[in-house]
């Protein structure tokens, strides 16, 4: 299965500022994703990245506040903008195919 | 939206014992995946189980997916230490994406020595 690497892997921000979250697959991918857990929680869905095209976001979830690049197969990033302290999470990169799903470690903000 | 009810939240165990996790939705799934999160990691797969009344096994760890694929089951046979994390089960939702899970809210289990 595909490796994935996320960075940072943890950031303390100040409220109204951006950031933006890098993922890398060590190999090409038709599927990327990125999902929110938030502490003790479980993972919801943010938005699938879609390579050369925008990005399809879940309900919930504007382009606005979670811009997402795909320029190729092997790398996406997620920015949060105009961060408050409920966007204090860990933000996970997956990469996936039929069945099977792998994880980055995870991004951990932490927003003050 | 499709729901996965996962039971029970929390889990404290003596090592040696046996635990079973549920995962049950009202939704037909096209699959159902089983995940172990340690802490400061991301979630990694234990199991994919696609057909109805499937039963797979990893070591200790016993999968079984219902035969409407509406619920599922992990049991673990005496437990150790090492078996403690965050367990989540995720299905695929027959109608929609394969590669777009939901996730049940996880299944804390500690396994103390």
């Known amino acids: 299965s595909a490796v994935i690497s996320q960075k940072p892997s943890r950031d303390i921000c100040q409220r109204g500022t951006s950031l933006t979250i890098q993922c890398q697959v060590d190999s090409q991918v038709t599927m990327m994703f990125w999902y929110r857990q938030q502490p003790g929680q479980s993972l919801t869905l943010i938005a699938t990245a879609n390579q050369g095209s925008e990005a399809t976001y879940e309900s919930g979830f504007v382009i606005d506040k979670f811009p997402i690049s795909r320029p190729n197969l092997t790398f996406s990033t997620l920015t949060v903008s105009n961060m408050s302290p409920e966007d204090s999470s860990i933000y996970l990169c997956s990469a996936g195919g039929a069945n099977v799903l792998t994880f980055g470690a995870g991004s951990r903000l932490t927003v003050l | 939206t499709q729901l996965l009810e996962q039971s029970p939240q929390f889990l404290s165990i003596q090592e040696g014992e046996n635990l079973t996790v549920y995962c049950n939705s009202s939704?037909?799934?096209?699959?159902l995946q089983w995940y172990r999160q340690e802490p400061g990691e991301g979630p990694v797969l234990l199991v994919t189980v696609v057909t109805g009344g499937e039963v797979k096994k990893l070591k200790r760890l016993t999968f079984q997916f219902g035969d409407a694929r509406k619920d599922s089951s992990l049991h673990i046979t005496a437990a150790q230490p090492g078996d403690t994390g965050l367990y989540l089960c995720a299905g695929a939702w027959s109608g929609g994406s394969n590669y777009k899970l939901t996730f049940g809210k996880g299944t804390l289990l500690t396994v103390n020595p």
């Open positions: 939704s037909v799934f096209s699959s």
